[in-house]
């Protein structure tokens, strides 16, 4: 499947400013509509991340307990988006202390995850979730850990609210056009 690359500032970032993360906040089809708003995120694609079964389709996330989390691959220009900052956005649409859930949607599929493939980035992904649980007085849950595994969702999934603008989301639209605007 081939990612949408976005052109920023008129020109293809180079190889050394791109960096990728894999980030889980509930239903995929918000979570990638945010992200791909985002100044500096050069590409998105959803996908099921971190579960027990290979090549994974929908329907078994859904019902048959494979483990995965609903996710978005997110590839972004680390010299216009420090992951910090990436991060920080992605904080704005969850409820950090929910466990399997977010909006009305339940169930571990839908649960809050950070997955990263550069060992460099955790760090800075554990120090944003200290600073995070200092503003929370409830236990922030974000799963953080490596990527074990992705799997490109059916293409039906990929980029959903593009092609069905009044789909179902749980992030509000406002939030959406608002990130659109920075």
């Known amino acids: 499947m081939t990612l949408r690359t976005a052109v920023i500032n008129d020109k293809q970032p180079s190889e050394s400013d791109g960096a990728e ?19 500096g995120v050069i590409a998105t694609e959803v996908g099921y991340a971190n579960g027990n079964t290979e090549n994974p389709s929908y329907e ?17 220009n680390k010299s216009v988006l420090p992951l910090e900052k990436l991060l920080a956005l992605y904080y704005e649409i969850i409820d950090p202390t929910s466990v399997n859930r977010q909006g009305p949607d339940f169930g571990e599929q839908y649960r809050t995850g950070i997955y990263y493939t550069d060992v460099n980035d955790e760090a800075v992904i554990r ?31 990929q980029k959903y609210l593009d092609k069905n603008p009044n789909g179902y ?14």
């Open 21 to 39: 993360i894999y980030l889980a906040g509930g239903c995929f089809w918000g979570v990638e509509k945010y992200l791909s708003s985002i100044k």
């Open 60 to 76: 078994d996330v859904c019902y048959n307990e494979t483990g995965h989390a609903e996710t978005v691959k997110v590839i972004y």
């Open 127 to 157: 120090d944003s979730i200290i600073a995070l649980q200092k503003k929370k007085q409830k236990p922030v849950v974000i799963e953080v850990e490596s990527l074990k595994n992705y799997y490109p969702a059916e293409g039906y999934h």
């Open 169 to 182: 989301c749980h992030i509000p639209k406002s939030k959406i056009e608002k990130i659109k605007m920075l």
